[in-house]
């Protein structure tokens, strides 16, 4: 059993939404809000990745505000990514921006709450002032790129830390393919990763208590015509959230017609499942990783090899910079001077030798990686579970 606390549980616990204004996200927020007395939502912070993030702001807002949650601050990240998500993708979220279900109340009321709601700090400011200020350490459930994360964990370092109970991150390709086509780029890695290797190198790096719910699991839960159409959500039409997800979710199936071999998933959704009911999520504990952060594997996130777990040993050990032509690495300046000790960083070479040489190289010229480290993972899920979760949740 993990860390999140079930639906069932008459202790809430504390989470913070940290995402990128995808379709999902918006349903994701509707599964969070539909249990109060499992989670209590301090804040939202959003990354104009997957999104354009005025456009994402505003519906969250507006979705906040629609159904009575105007005490839930919002916040807008000014981090940029490395890797753009396609700029198609990103006005998707408009298509829930403008439905009438999630208008009428805003529109009634002027809209003045929604100003009142959002934050003039950047998102990224945001999050570590709101982390900072907690009694108790609180969850990050993170949907989108890690770049907040990582900014809060490079300014404010263990005094920020030590009030993460646990970072929860749709991200990253384990034992699978990655769904990142772009020039230059093998494949290999997650779109969320992919945005911004660099945060993942950081969070990598650090020791955070991290669950990855990477593409091996969303890949098992689909948003398609039948899930939509054919079971409960048109016999769940008197529940508003209900009505509000099905509408949201109704958004993407042009998108599953129109690209068939690009199935569109309950990535983020799935995400949020994960932290209010555990055990719909079996998790693999101490998964020796490491995240590539440069180079054409970049974005990259996969378990170490035998001889480099066994070389690295715990999550201490400092990024590399490695040569996969010539098979050398040398610690990054950045990992030195975050104090990690010459004997952790001569393990952190030898495992990073010791994964491109289990790999074969592969790579032209310097390639960074980060820390191999301990975590956790999500491997699978049982779909129909997953689903009726989400069915019987949404009934509010």
Known sequence: MGVGTDVGSSNPQKIIFDHDGGIDDFVTLLLLLSKP????????????????????????????????????????????????????????????????????????????????QLSLVPGQEFLAQLLLTQVEPVTIVATGPLSNVAYVLQKYGAAAASKIREVVWMGGAMWVEGNVQAPAHDGSAEWNAFWDPEAVGVVWNSSVPLLVVPLDATNAVPVTPELLYRRVFGLQSQYRYSVLAGTIWSRVITWVYERPL?????????????????????????????????????????????????????????????????????????????????????????????????????????????????????????????????????RV
């Not at 807002?61 to 629609?66: G, I, N, Q, R, V």
């Open 37 to 116: 007395e499992a989670v209590r939502l301090l804040g939202v912070t959003i990354l104009d990745a997957d999104c354009y993030a005025a456009v994402a702001a505003n519906t969250t807002l507006k979705l906040l505000h629609t159904l009575g949650f105007d005490d839930i601050p919002v916040a807008v990240s000014s981090l940029p990514g490395k890797n753009p998500f396609p700029d198609l993708w990103r006005g998707s979220p408009l298509s829930v921006d403008v439905q009438p279900l999630i208008n009428n109340v805003t529109q009634a009321s002027g809209g003045e709450d929604l100003a009142r």
């Open 262 to 394: 690009m199935p569109y998933y309950a990535w983020d959704t799935l995400t949020a499942a994960c932290v209010m009911k555990p055990d719909l999520c079996p998790r693999t504990e101490g998964v020796q990783s490491y995240a590539v952060v440069t180079g054409p594997s970049q974005g990259r996130t996969a378990p170490a090899g035998a001889a480099g777990a066994a070389a690295a040993g715990t999550a201490t050990v400092p990024a590399v910079a490695c040569d996969a032509v010539n098979l050398t690495c040398t610690a990054t300046a950045s990992a030195l001077a975050a104090g990690s000790d010459r004997a952790s960083a001569a393990a952190g070479l030898a495992a990073a030798v010791a994964g491109l040489l289990e790999e074969g190289g592969g790579a032209e010229g310097p390639v960074e990686v980060s820390t191999t480290r301990a975590v956790s993972v999500v491997k699978h899920v049982d779909a129909e579970a997953f689903y009726s979760f989400v069915l019987e949740s949404l």
